[in-house]
């Protein structure tokens, strides 16, 4: 069911009906990606997003402050980026991730949400 979520959120964004924000964080991840095939298919659908967040010194600030509460390094830096964009949500399948942002969602300035679950909700509105 995440799959088919993640599918249909990149279908609208695709579509230009939702914005997709990647950033140097993703494009870390991507590089290590051990298949290149998956890392070109990945890279091609980032590519289409339609804002790209550069790194800032306060995001890494950010980050350190996020990683203190217990976030992994990486995570705490998407979380940064996605602060730092004003995204309205930043989704993402990891349960440990969903987890803590649960936990400390009254420190964080954008909403951590698991795709489907959030997919759900978007679309009955």
């Known amino acids: ?55 800032q010194e306060s995001s890494v600030r950010r980050g350190l402050e996020l990683e203190a509460c217990g976030f992994g390094a990486t995570d705490a830096l998407h979380l940064a980026c996605a602060e730092q964009a004003r995204a ?3 989704l993402t399948t990891d349960d440990l991730m969903l987890r803590k942002a649960h936990k400390y969602a009254a420190r964080l300035s954008v909403r951590v949400a698991n795709p489907w679950t959030w997919l759900e909700e978007v679309l009955r509105r």
């Open 1 to 55: 069911m995440e799959a088919e979520a993640v599918k249909s959120v990149l279908v609208h964004i695709g579509s230009r009906l939702w914005i997709g924000i990647g950033s140097e964080v993703i494009n870390f991840e991507i590089g290590r990606i051990p298949d290149p095939d998956r890392q070109l298919e990945v890279g091609l659908i980032v590519s289409g997003f339609s804002e790209h967040i550069k790194l």
């Open 88 to 90: 309205d949500v930043l």
